[in-house]
T-cell receptor, first 114, second 115 residues
């Protein structure tokens, strides 16, 4: 079945460590890609998105993601995490020819230790 | 804050009952999508409404239905509630044009508990 996979369910890092969260999808064709974040007690917020153009996209709060079409991947990165980055991170794909439907990964819980 | 509001915040129902959840979209947005987020899972697409018409549906049974109003607000109705319907229900608004895609902005959700 076509899907979105996030490799890590729970990641624990110390402050200042570098972060990379994996996301792979199984849809062919042109896709739109998103990373959303859900801070404790808050609603889903957009971190960054890729529709076309430069495959390295920058988002809010120092996050970036790289679209690698050949690998069907859209990994999220941050060079130096902060305690305030503790949250759940969701990768989402808008598959081709499916209107605005978003398919989400199962999420990665990030815990940053001060 | 995204400007997307949902009501109620929390709701407790018993099995077999019916529930209506409401969503007000962000100003200028004509499309509303509904998602179900079970505990520990990513959101799952229920359906989308564009200018008052259903514009795509996920793998949910017909007892999940919806409406969109002329002001682009929306309702999600669930009949014959089952225990597995317990989840966070998210509404997202966007302005993509029919068949298109755009960034979806999410509301805070309604937490539904079915006993």
């Amino acid at each position: 079945a076509q899907s979105v996979s996030q490799h890590n369910h729970h990641v624990i890092l110390s402050e200042a460590a570098s972060l990379e969260l994996g996301c792979n999808y199984s849809y062919g064709g042109t896709v739109n890609l998103f990373w959303y974040v859900q801070y404790p007690g808050q609603h889903l917020q957009l971190l960054l998105k890729y529709f076309s153009g430069d495959p390295l996209v920058k988002g809010i709060k120092g996050f970036e993601a790289e679209f690698i079409k050949s690998k069907f991947s859209f990994n999220l990165r941050k060079p130096s995490v902060q305690w305030s980055d503790t949250a759940e991170y969701f990768c989402a794909v808008n598959p081709p020819n499916q209107g605005g439907k978003l398919i989400f990964g199962q999420g990665t819980e990030l815990s940053v230790k001060p | 804050e995204t400007g997307v509001t949902q009501s109620p915040t929390h709701l407790i129902k018993t099995r077999g009952q019916q529930v209506t959840l409401r969503c007000s979209s962000q100003s200028g947005h004509n499309t509303v999508s509904w998602y179900q987020q079970a505990l520990g899972q990513g959101p799952q697409f229920i359906f989308q409404y564009y200018r008052e018409e259903e514009n795509g549906r996920g793998n949910f049974p017909p007892r999940f239905s919806g409406l969109q109003f002329p002001n682009y607000s929306s309702e999600l109705n669930v009949n014959a509630l089952e225990l597995d319907d317990s989840a966070l229900y998210l509404c997202a608004s966007s302005n993509p044009g029919k068949g298109g895609a755009d960034t979806q902005y999410f509301g805070p959700g309604t937490r539904l508990t079915v006993l």
